[in-house]
Protein backbone atom coordinates (compact mmCIF):
# COMPACT_ATOMS: atom_id res chain seq x y z
CA UNK A 1 0.00 0.00 0.00
CA UNK A 2 2.00 2.93 -1.26
CA UNK A 3 1.25 6.35 0.34
CA UNK A 4 3.26 9.19 -0.51
CA UNK A 5 2.54 12.64 -1.87
CA UNK A 6 4.18 15.89 -1.29
CA UNK A 7 3.38 16.93 1.67
CA UNK A 8 5.10 13.96 3.03
CA UNK A 9 8.22 14.66 1.52
CA UNK A 10 8.10 18.33 3.34
CA UNK A 11 7.23 16.54 6.36
CA UNK A 12 10.49 14.47 5.25
CA UNK A 13 12.84 17.44 5.08
CA UNK A 14 11.47 19.13 8.07
CA UNK A 15 12.00 16.55 9.97
CA UNK A 16 15.19 15.39 8.61
CA UNK A 17 16.50 19.27 9.39
CA UNK A 18 16.37 18.98 13.08
CA UNK A 19 16.69 15.85 13.70
CA UNK A 20 20.51 14.41 14.12
CA UNK A 21 20.32 11.19 16.09
CA UNK A 22 20.43 7.69 14.05
CA UNK A 23 18.68 4.85 14.55
CA UNK A 24 20.30 2.11 16.17
CA UNK A 25 18.84 -1.17 17.74
CA UNK A 26 20.61 -0.31 21.02
CA UNK A 27 18.90 3.75 20.93
CA UNK A 28 15.80 1.79 20.02
CA UNK A 29 16.30 -0.59 23.36
CA UNK A 30 17.30 1.74 25.80
CA UNK A 31 14.25 3.67 24.74
CA UNK A 32 11.78 1.09 25.74
CA UNK A 33 10.32 1.28 29.47
CA UNK A 34 7.99 -0.54 31.48
CA UNK A 35 6.47 2.52 32.91
CA UNK A 36 5.54 3.96 29.33
CA UNK A 37 4.08 0.35 28.68
CA UNK A 38 2.20 0.33 31.99
CA UNK A 39 1.01 3.71 30.77
CA UNK A 40 -0.34 2.62 27.12
CA UNK A 41 -2.07 -0.36 29.17
CA UNK A 42 -3.48 1.71 31.75
CA UNK A 43 -5.23 3.50 29.04
CA UNK A 44 -6.16 0.31 26.83
CA UNK A 45 -8.08 -1.53 30.44
CA UNK A 46 -9.47 2.13 31.45
CA UNK A 47 -11.10 2.32 27.39
CA UNK A 48 -12.71 -1.02 28.57
CA UNK A 49 -13.66 -0.52 31.68
CA UNK A 50 -15.61 2.42 30.69
CA UNK A 51 -17.50 0.82 28.35
CA UNK A 52 -18.72 -2.37 29.59
CA UNK A 53 -16.30 -4.30 30.41
CA UNK A 54 -14.52 -4.80 26.67
CA UNK A 55 -12.48 -3.23 23.59
CA UNK A 56 -14.30 -5.89 21.22
CA UNK A 57 -15.26 -5.86 17.40
CA UNK A 58 -18.52 -4.00 16.65
CA UNK A 59 -18.35 -1.74 20.23
CA UNK A 60 -17.68 1.30 21.49
CA UNK A 61 -14.73 0.37 23.48
CA UNK A 62 -12.91 -0.65 19.91
CA UNK A 63 -13.69 2.54 18.76
CA UNK A 64 -11.83 4.58 21.44
CA UNK A 65 -9.24 2.15 21.01
CA UNK A 66 -8.77 3.39 17.68
CA UNK A 67 -9.06 6.86 19.06
CA UNK A 68 -6.44 6.10 21.27
CA UNK A 69 -4.08 5.07 18.39
CA UNK A 70 -4.78 7.78 16.00
CA UNK A 71 -4.39 9.99 18.51
CA UNK A 72 -0.71 8.69 18.91
CA UNK A 73 0.21 8.13 15.30
CA UNK A 74 -1.54 10.24 13.39
CA UNK A 75 -2.03 13.69 15.68
CA UNK A 76 0.89 13.31 17.72
CA UNK A 77 3.40 11.66 15.61
CA UNK A 78 1.85 13.15 12.60
CA UNK A 79 5.59 14.41 11.35
CA UNK A 80 6.97 11.21 11.20
CA UNK A 81 4.14 8.65 10.14
CA UNK A 82 1.58 8.64 7.62
CA UNK A 83 -1.09 7.11 8.95
CA UNK A 84 -4.75 5.81 7.70
CA UNK A 85 -7.45 3.76 8.67
CA UNK A 86 -8.98 0.35 6.45
CA UNK A 87 -12.27 -0.05 6.74
CA UNK A 88 -14.22 -3.11 6.70
CA UNK A 89 -17.86 -4.73 7.31
CA UNK A 90 -17.91 -8.31 9.33
CA UNK A 91 -21.17 -9.57 11.47
CA UNK A 92 -21.35 -8.64 14.59
CA UNK A 93 -23.28 -11.04 17.24
CA UNK A 94 -24.17 -10.99 20.83
CA UNK A 95 -26.30 -12.53 23.32
CA UNK A 96 -27.70 -9.00 24.65
CA UNK A 97 -29.90 -11.23 27.63
CA UNK A 98 -30.67 -14.26 28.39
CA UNK A 99 -33.38 -15.35 31.38
CA UNK A 100 -34.84 -18.64 32.71
CA UNK A 101 -37.93 -18.20 34.89
CA UNK A 102 -38.50 -21.69 36.95
CA UNK A 103 -41.45 -23.14 38.29
CA UNK A 104 -42.23 -20.77 40.76
CA UNK A 105 -41.66 -18.03 38.67
CA UNK A 106 -37.92 -17.53 40.08
CA UNK A 107 -35.00 -16.28 38.18
CA UNK A 108 -32.64 -19.27 37.61
CA UNK A 109 -28.83 -18.41 36.93
CA UNK A 110 -28.66 -19.30 33.11
CA UNK A 111 -25.68 -18.71 30.37
CA UNK A 112 -26.15 -18.45 26.63
CA UNK A 113 -24.16 -20.41 23.53
CA UNK A 114 -22.46 -18.86 20.91
CA UNK A 115 -24.48 -18.91 17.61
CA UNK A 116 -27.39 -19.13 19.95
CA UNK A 117 -31.35 -18.73 18.58
CA UNK A 118 -33.19 -15.54 19.21
CA UNK A 119 -36.53 -16.73 21.09
CA UNK A 120 -39.99 -14.49 20.48
CA UNK A 121 -39.56 -11.43 22.70
CA UNK A 122 -40.30 -9.85 24.76
CA UNK A 123 -41.70 -12.70 26.40
CA UNK A 124 -40.01 -15.64 25.54
CA UNK A 125 -40.84 -18.92 25.34
CA UNK A 126 -43.18 -20.32 27.81
CA UNK A 127 -44.04 -24.36 28.09
CA UNK A 128 -44.27 -27.42 29.94
CA UNK A 129 -40.97 -28.57 30.98
CA UNK A 130 -40.29 -32.57 30.11
CA UNK A 131 -37.40 -34.75 31.17
CA UNK A 132 -35.20 -36.76 28.92
CA UNK A 133 -32.69 -39.34 30.11
CA UNK A 134 -29.28 -39.50 31.09
CA UNK A 135 -26.68 -41.37 29.26
CA UNK A 136 -23.44 -40.63 30.45
CA UNK A 137 -21.83 -43.36 27.80
CA UNK A 138 -23.31 -42.30 24.47
CA UNK A 139 -24.35 -38.70 25.91
CA UNK A 140 -27.75 -37.54 26.50
CA UNK A 141 -29.74 -36.74 23.83
CA UNK A 142 -27.52 -36.95 21.63
CA UNK A 143 -29.10 -39.82 19.36
CA UNK A 144 -32.45 -40.82 17.74
CA UNK A 145 -33.16 -43.45 19.79
CA UNK A 146 -33.13 -41.49 23.12
CA UNK A 147 -35.91 -39.18 21.96
CA UNK A 148 -38.39 -42.41 21.40
CA UNK A 149 -41.06 -42.22 23.50
CA UNK A 150 -40.73 -38.84 24.31
CA UNK A 151 -43.30 -36.33 23.05
CA UNK A 152 -41.40 -32.95 22.90
CA UNK A 153 -43.84 -31.27 20.89
CA UNK A 154 -44.74 -27.75 21.62
CA UNK A 155 -42.32 -28.05 24.92
CA UNK A 156 -38.95 -27.14 26.50
CA UNK A 157 -36.70 -29.86 26.63
CA UNK A 158 -34.25 -30.82 29.99
CA UNK A 159 -31.81 -32.47 28.52
CA UNK A 160 -27.94 -33.06 30.27
CA UNK A 161 -25.03 -31.27 28.70
CA UNK A 162 -21.76 -33.69 27.80
CA UNK A 163 -19.89 -36.10 25.92
CA UNK A 164 -21.73 -35.28 22.25
CA UNK A 165 -21.92 -31.64 20.64
CA UNK A 166 -24.43 -29.51 21.71
CA UNK A 167 -25.62 -28.42 18.36
CA UNK A 168 -26.67 -32.58 18.16
CA UNK A 169 -29.01 -32.45 21.20
CA UNK A 170 -30.34 -29.31 20.04
CA UNK A 171 -31.05 -30.50 16.03
CA UNK A 172 -33.16 -33.72 17.39
CA UNK A 173 -35.23 -31.58 20.52
CA UNK A 174 -35.96 -29.45 17.31
CA UNK A 175 -36.75 -32.55 14.52
CA UNK A 176 -38.88 -33.90 17.57
CA UNK A 177 -41.02 -29.92 17.83
CA UNK A 178 -39.88 -28.95 20.65
CA UNK A 179 -39.77 -25.14 21.40
CA UNK A 180 -36.66 -24.80 23.62
CA UNK A 181 -34.02 -27.09 25.31
CA UNK A 182 -33.02 -26.05 28.76
CA UNK A 183 -29.71 -27.98 29.09
CA UNK A 184 -28.27 -28.41 32.84
CA UNK A 185 -24.62 -28.31 33.41
CA UNK A 186 -22.45 -31.62 33.80
CA UNK A 187 -20.13 -29.89 36.60
CA UNK A 188 -21.90 -28.96 39.87
CA UNK A 189 -21.17 -24.57 40.85
CA UNK A 190 -21.99 -21.98 38.73
CA UNK A 191 -18.74 -21.98 36.98
CA UNK A 192 -20.69 -23.38 33.04
CA UNK A 193 -18.00 -23.53 30.85
CA UNK A 194 -18.85 -21.46 27.89
CA UNK A 195 -19.69 -23.17 24.38
CA UNK A 196 -20.44 -22.68 21.04
CA UNK A 197 -23.04 -24.19 18.77
CA UNK A 198 -20.66 -23.46 15.39
CA UNK A 199 -21.62 -21.64 13.25
CA UNK A 200 -23.27 -23.72 10.87
CA UNK A 201 -25.89 -24.45 12.71
CA UNK A 202 -27.19 -21.18 12.87
CA UNK A 203 -30.76 -21.77 11.37
CA UNK A 204 -31.03 -25.41 12.19
CA UNK A 205 -31.84 -25.23 16.21
CA UNK A 206 -34.23 -24.21 18.77
CA UNK A 207 -33.33 -21.46 21.78
CA UNK A 208 -31.31 -22.87 24.57
CA UNK A 209 -29.70 -21.94 27.48
CA UNK A 210 -27.23 -23.68 30.30
CA UNK A 211 -28.62 -23.97 34.19
CA UNK A 212 -26.49 -25.23 37.18
CA UNK A 213 -26.69 -29.58 37.34
CA UNK A 214 -28.06 -28.79 40.95
CA UNK A 215 -31.10 -27.17 39.12
CA UNK A 216 -31.15 -29.38 37.03
CA UNK A 217 -31.57 -32.51 39.18
CA UNK A 218 -34.22 -30.73 41.09
CA UNK A 219 -36.23 -29.96 38.62
CA UNK A 220 -35.91 -33.42 37.06
CA UNK A 221 -36.75 -35.10 40.52
CA UNK A 222 -40.34 -33.29 40.44
CA UNK A 223 -40.83 -34.07 37.04
CA UNK A 224 -40.37 -37.58 37.73
CA UNK A 225 -42.85 -37.13 41.31
CA UNK A 226 -45.20 -36.65 38.63
CA UNK A 227 -44.94 -32.68 39.11
CA UNK A 228 -45.94 -30.59 36.01
CA UNK A 229 -43.35 -28.09 35.86
CA UNK A 230 -44.08 -24.40 33.56
CA UNK A 231 -40.67 -22.61 32.63
CA UNK A 232 -39.56 -20.36 30.51
CA UNK A 233 -36.43 -18.94 28.58
CA UNK A 234 -35.88 -15.37 26.84
CA UNK A 235 -32.77 -15.43 24.25
CA UNK A 236 -32.30 -11.84 22.81
CA UNK A 237 -29.47 -11.68 20.31
CA UNK A 238 -28.43 -9.40 17.79
CA UNK A 239 -26.91 -10.21 14.23
CA UNK A 240 -25.82 -7.15 11.96
CA UNK A 241 -22.98 -6.13 10.02
CA UNK A 242 -20.85 -3.68 11.66
CA UNK A 243 -17.87 -1.30 10.76
CA UNK A 244 -14.66 -1.99 11.72
CA UNK A 245 -11.08 -0.37 11.08
CA UNK A 246 -7.03 -1.63 10.36
CA UNK A 247 -5.28 1.29 11.68
CA UNK A 248 -2.20 1.56 9.47
CA UNK A 249 1.31 3.72 9.78
CA UNK A 250 4.23 3.85 8.10
CA UNK A 251 7.50 5.62 8.59
CA UNK A 252 8.26 8.64 6.54
CA UNK A 253 11.55 7.60 5.85
CA UNK A 254 12.77 4.91 4.57
CA UNK A 255 12.04 3.08 1.12
CA UNK A 256 8.45 2.43 0.40
CA UNK A 257 10.05 -1.21 -1.83
CA UNK A 258 11.17 -2.57 1.15
CA UNK A 259 9.00 -2.43 4.19
CA UNK A 260 9.04 -4.16 7.17
CA UNK A 261 5.65 -5.05 8.92
CA UNK A 262 4.71 -5.21 12.45
CA UNK A 263 1.46 -6.26 13.52
CA UNK A 264 -1.29 -6.58 16.74
CA UNK A 265 -4.66 -6.68 17.12
CA UNK A 266 -6.41 -3.68 18.76
CA UNK A 267 -9.57 -5.46 19.08
CA UNK A 268 -10.60 -7.90 22.24
CA UNK A 269 -13.03 -10.77 22.72
CA UNK A 270 -16.67 -9.60 24.24
CA UNK A 271 -15.85 -11.17 27.47
CA UNK A 272 -12.99 -9.21 28.50
CA UNK A 273 -11.07 -6.01 28.38
CA UNK A 274 -7.92 -8.21 26.65
CA UNK A 275 -4.97 -6.15 28.46
CA UNK A 276 -2.62 -9.38 27.66
CA UNK A 277 -4.74 -10.37 24.30
CA UNK A 278 -3.73 -8.08 23.24
CA UNK A 279 -3.14 -4.92 24.93
CA UNK A 280 0.36 -5.99 25.03
CA UNK A 281 1.24 -6.46 21.23
CA UNK A 282 -0.58 -2.99 20.63
CA UNK A 283 1.29 -1.33 23.73
CA UNK A 284 4.43 -3.03 21.94
CA UNK A 285 3.95 -1.51 18.59
CA UNK A 286 3.15 2.11 19.90
CA UNK A 287 6.13 2.04 22.34
CA UNK A 288 8.33 0.78 19.36
CA UNK A 289 6.78 3.85 16.99
CA UNK A 290 7.58 6.81 19.65
CA UNK A 291 10.96 5.18 19.52
CA UNK A 292 11.72 5.64 16.24
CA UNK A 293 9.90 8.43 15.60
CA UNK A 294 12.69 10.21 16.57
CA UNK A 295 15.77 9.20 14.79
CA UNK A 296 16.90 9.26 11.52
CA UNK A 297 18.78 7.15 9.17
CA UNK A 298 15.54 5.01 8.46
CA UNK A 299 16.94 2.40 5.56
CA UNK A 300 14.00 0.51 5.21
CA UNK A 301 9.99 2.09 5.50
CA UNK A 302 8.34 0.41 9.13
CA UNK A 303 5.05 -0.01 8.63
CA UNK A 304 2.66 -1.04 11.82
CA UNK A 305 -0.83 -2.94 11.51
CA UNK A 306 -3.15 -2.38 14.58
CA UNK A 307 -5.90 -5.25 13.32
CA UNK A 308 -9.37 -5.13 14.08
CA UNK A 309 -11.45 -8.43 14.48
CA UNK A 310 -8.92 -10.81 14.58
CA UNK A 311 -10.73 -12.42 18.41
CA UNK A 312 -13.67 -12.90 15.52
CA UNK A 313 -12.01 -14.79 12.79
CA UNK A 314 -8.53 -12.39 11.93
CA UNK A 315 -10.95 -10.74 9.88
CA UNK A 316 -8.65 -7.64 9.69
CA UNK A 317 -5.63 -9.41 8.65
CA UNK A 318 -7.05 -10.75 5.86
CA UNK A 319 -8.80 -8.40 4.55
CA UNK A 320 -5.69 -6.31 4.53
CA UNK A 321 -4.03 -9.26 2.74
CA UNK A 322 -6.85 -9.80 0.44
CA UNK A 323 -6.61 -6.43 -0.70
CA UNK A 324 -2.45 -6.03 -1.19
CA UNK A 325 -1.45 -5.92 -4.64
CA UNK A 326 1.44 -8.50 -6.18
CA UNK A 327 3.66 -5.36 -5.99
CA UNK A 328 2.70 -4.21 -2.77
CA UNK A 329 3.11 -8.04 -1.17
CA UNK A 330 6.44 -7.94 -2.69
CA UNK A 331 7.35 -5.14 -0.97
CA UNK A 332 6.44 -6.08 2.28
CA UNK A 333 10.16 -8.03 3.28
CA UNK A 334 9.35 -9.54 6.74
CA UNK A 335 6.27 -9.45 8.79
CA UNK A 336 6.14 -9.73 12.84
CA UNK A 337 3.54 -10.41 14.61
CA UNK A 338 2.91 -10.00 18.53
CA UNK A 339 -0.20 -11.52 20.18
CA UNK A 340 0.32 -11.85 24.00
CA UNK A 341 3.41 -11.06 24.72
CA UNK A 342 3.25 -10.58 28.24
CA UNK A 343 1.56 -13.50 29.66
CA UNK A 344 1.76 -13.85 33.34
CA UNK A 345 3.87 -17.07 33.61
CA UNK A 346 5.70 -16.58 30.11
CA UNK A 347 6.57 -19.13 27.71
CA UNK A 348 9.06 -17.48 25.15
CA UNK A 349 7.73 -18.99 21.86
CA UNK A 350 9.54 -17.09 18.92
CA UNK A 351 7.79 -17.97 16.05
CA UNK A 352 9.42 -19.33 13.08
CA UNK A 353 9.17 -23.01 11.13
CA UNK A 354 11.49 -22.29 8.29
CA UNK A 355 15.22 -20.83 7.82
CA UNK A 356 13.55 -17.80 5.80
CA UNK A 357 11.62 -17.30 8.94
CA UNK A 358 14.21 -17.30 10.97
CA UNK A 359 16.18 -14.95 9.33
CA UNK A 360 14.51 -12.20 11.25
CA UNK A 361 12.91 -14.11 14.36
CA UNK A 362 16.52 -15.02 15.29
CA UNK A 363 17.09 -11.28 16.44
CA UNK A 364 14.42 -12.11 18.70
CA UNK A 365 15.78 -15.78 19.40
CA UNK A 366 18.83 -14.82 20.49
CA UNK A 367 18.44 -11.54 22.64
CA UNK A 368 16.11 -13.29 24.97
CA UNK A 369 18.37 -16.36 25.38
CA UNK A 370 21.11 -13.51 25.80
CA UNK A 371 18.97 -12.46 28.66
CA UNK A 372 18.42 -15.51 30.31
CA UNK A 373 15.40 -16.77 28.93
CA UNK A 374 14.45 -20.49 27.89
CA UNK A 375 13.21 -19.45 24.83
CA UNK A 376 12.49 -21.66 21.56
CA UNK A 377 11.04 -21.65 18.04
CA UNK A 378 7.48 -22.46 17.85
CA UNK A 379 5.49 -23.45 14.90
CA UNK A 380 2.73 -21.08 13.83
CA UNK A 381 -0.39 -22.46 14.21
CA UNK A 382 -3.81 -20.42 11.92
CA UNK A 383 -4.84 -18.55 15.27
CA UNK A 384 -3.33 -14.91 15.04
CA UNK A 385 -3.01 -12.64 12.61
CA UNK A 386 0.06 -13.78 10.73
CA UNK A 387 -1.99 -16.31 8.75
CA UNK A 388 -2.52 -13.65 5.70
CA UNK A 389 1.15 -13.13 5.57
CA UNK A 390 2.11 -16.79 5.99
CA UNK A 391 -0.11 -17.44 2.83
CA UNK A 392 1.69 -14.07 0.79
CA UNK A 393 4.62 -16.21 1.56
CA UNK A 394 6.06 -13.22 3.35
CA UNK A 395 8.83 -14.62 5.99
CA UNK A 396 7.29 -13.93 9.15
CA UNK A 397 7.96 -14.04 12.75
CA UNK A 398 7.16 -12.98 16.38
CA UNK A 399 6.86 -13.72 20.24
CA UNK A 400 4.10 -15.23 21.91
CA UNK A 401 4.06 -15.99 25.66
CA UNK A 402 1.26 -18.92 25.88
CA UNK A 403 -2.76 -18.06 26.37
CA UNK A 404 -4.78 -20.43 28.99
CA UNK A 405 -2.92 -21.99 32.09
CA UNK A 406 -0.59 -21.99 33.36
CA UNK A 407 0.55 -19.48 30.80
CA UNK A 408 -2.46 -17.06 31.19
CA UNK A 409 -5.29 -18.11 33.06
CA UNK A 410 -7.07 -15.30 32.20
CA UNK A 411 -7.30 -15.58 29.15
CA UNK A 412 -10.33 -14.76 26.91
CA UNK A 413 -11.77 -13.57 30.50
CA UNK A 414 -12.91 -10.27 32.19
CA UNK A 415 -10.10 -10.83 34.59
CA UNK A 416 -7.44 -10.48 31.25
CA UNK A 417 -6.65 -6.94 32.93
CA UNK A 418 -3.64 -5.26 34.49
CA UNK A 419 -3.19 -7.61 37.21
CA UNK A 420 -2.74 -10.39 34.38
CA UNK A 421 0.46 -9.29 33.04
CA UNK A 422 4.25 -10.28 33.87
CA UNK A 423 6.11 -6.16 32.99
CA UNK A 424 9.60 -8.29 33.17
CA UNK A 425 8.37 -10.14 30.61
CA UNK A 426 6.28 -7.65 28.19
CA UNK A 427 9.13 -5.27 28.88
CA UNK A 428 11.70 -7.80 27.81
CA UNK A 429 10.04 -8.86 24.86
CA UNK A 430 9.01 -5.23 23.52
CA UNK A 431 12.60 -4.37 23.68
CA UNK A 432 13.54 -7.49 21.71
CA UNK A 433 10.48 -6.27 19.31
CA UNK A 434 12.40 -2.80 18.53
CA UNK A 435 16.03 -4.28 18.25
CA UNK A 436 14.63 -6.31 15.81
CA UNK A 437 12.91 -4.04 13.74
CA UNK A 438 15.32 -1.55 14.08
CA UNK A 439 18.09 -3.97 12.77
CA UNK A 440 15.97 -4.83 9.80
CA UNK A 441 14.87 -0.85 9.10
CA UNK A 442 18.95 -0.55 8.92
CA UNK A 443 19.47 -3.52 6.89
CA UNK A 444 17.54 -6.67 5.31
CA UNK A 445 20.65 -8.43 4.32
CA UNK A 446 20.34 -12.51 4.65
CA UNK A 447 15.91 -11.64 4.22
CA UNK A 448 15.04 -13.89 1.32
CA UNK A 449 12.41 -12.45 -1.18
CA UNK A 450 8.77 -12.99 -0.97
CA UNK A 451 8.14 -17.10 -2.10
CA UNK A 452 5.57 -17.16 -4.28
CA UNK A 453 6.38 -20.95 -5.68
CA UNK A 454 6.42 -23.42 -2.84
CA UNK A 455 3.01 -24.51 -0.65
CA UNK A 456 0.85 -21.50 -1.72
CA UNK A 457 1.16 -21.54 -6.08
CA UNK A 458 -1.84 -19.06 -5.71
CA UNK A 459 -1.08 -17.83 -2.59
CA UNK A 460 -3.86 -14.71 -3.00
CA UNK A 461 -6.15 -16.87 -4.14
CA UNK A 462 -5.85 -19.11 -0.41
CA UNK A 463 -6.38 -15.75 1.69
CA UNK A 464 -9.22 -15.46 -0.97
CA UNK A 465 -10.86 -18.24 -0.55
CA UNK A 466 -10.51 -18.00 3.51
CA UNK A 467 -12.28 -14.78 3.51
CA UNK A 468 -14.64 -16.19 1.23
CA UNK A 469 -15.89 -18.74 3.35
CA UNK A 470 -15.97 -16.02 6.40
CA UNK A 471 -18.23 -14.12 3.62
CA UNK A 472 -20.38 -17.16 3.01
CA UNK A 473 -21.05 -18.11 6.78
CA UNK A 474 -22.11 -14.52 7.51
CA UNK A 475 -24.88 -14.51 4.75
CA UNK A 476 -26.15 -18.08 6.08
CA UNK A 477 -26.36 -15.42 9.59
CA UNK A 478 -27.80 -12.69 7.96
CA UNK A 479 -30.68 -14.83 6.44
CA UNK A 480 -31.59 -16.49 9.65
CA UNK A 481 -31.39 -13.19 11.56
CA UNK A 482 -30.74 -15.75 14.39
CA UNK A 483 -27.80 -14.64 17.35
CA UNK A 484 -24.51 -15.84 17.83
CA UNK A 485 -21.32 -14.88 18.65
CA UNK A 486 -17.31 -16.05 17.85
CA UNK A 487 -16.71 -18.42 15.06
CA UNK A 488 -15.79 -21.46 16.42
CA UNK A 489 -16.32 -25.67 16.17
CA UNK A 490 -19.10 -27.14 18.28
CA UNK A 491 -18.49 -27.48 21.61
CA UNK A 492 -19.38 -30.60 23.72
C1 LIG B 1 -18.20 3.51 16.13
O1 LIG B 1 -17.90 4.61 15.27
C2 LIG B 1 -18.64 4.62 14.07
C3 LIG B 1 -18.09 5.70 13.16
O2 LIG B 1 -17.75 6.84 13.86
C4 LIG B 1 -20.11 4.78 14.38
O3 LIG B 1 -20.86 4.77 13.20
C5 LIG B 1 -20.54 3.63 15.28
O4 LIG B 1 -21.87 3.79 15.65
C6 LIG B 1 -19.67 3.53 16.51
N1 LIG B 1 -20.01 2.31 17.20
C7 LIG B 1 -20.32 2.27 18.47
C8 LIG B 1 -20.73 0.95 19.01
O5 LIG B 1 -20.27 3.25 19.20
ZN1 LIG C 1 -5.01 -12.40 20.51
Redesign the pocket.
Known sequence: MKFWNISAWLGFFATAAVAEVYLSPDVVEGDIEEQHLQGILWRLNHIASSNGGNRAF???G??ESVDFILSHMHKRFGNAFDTWVQPFFHPFETTHAISVAGPEEEDVFVISLQYNTATPLPRGVSAVLIDTPVDDERGSGCFEDQWDGIDASEKIALVKRGVCPISDKLKLAKSRGARAVILYNNEPGETIVPASLGIANVGLLVPAGIIRLEDGLDWKERIADGEELFVSLIVDCVNEY??SWNVIAETRQGDPDNVIMLGAHLDSVQAGPGVNDDGSGTAALLEIATSLMKYEGIVNKVRFAWWGAEEVGLVGSLYYGQHLSEEDADAIRFYFNYDMIGSKQPSYAVYADSDAHKTGGHILFDYLQANGKDVYYGGFGSSSDYVAFLKLGIPSSGIFTGAGAPADQCYHQPCDDLENINWEAFTLNTKAAGRAVAQLALSLDGIPARDKTSLNPSSKRGVQRELNQAAQLATVIEKSHKCGGDPGDDTV
Open positions: GTAYNRK
